[in-house]
């Protein structure tokens, strides 16, 4: 009888024990995975600012030029 106690106490005591490292290693993994999501979301910020400032300088430039071409026109006309 206390060998059937002792075979089911180990067999508890074994179980809780896998089931905590179970636990901790997807913590871990999911911990893992989240820095992951982070990274990839801080890339994906960065280069939509940096498209948007290209797209605002983009706009500047092409502003400029028409008006340049604009103020050439009106001299041309001028003349």
């Given at each position: ?52 400032k ?26």
């Open positions: 009888m206390t060998l059937f106690l002792t075979a089911l106490a180990s067999v508890v005591v074994g179980l809780a024990i896998g089931v905590l490292v179970m636990r901790g290693v997807s913590k871990a993994g999911l911990n893992k995975d989240q820095q992951k999501a982070e990274q990839i979301l801080k890339n994906a910020e960065n280069q939509a600012e940096a498209r948007i290209q797209a605002v300088l983009d706009g500047k430039t092409q502003a400029h030029d028409l008006k340049v071409e604009a103020e050439k026109e009106i001299k041309e006309r001028r003349q």
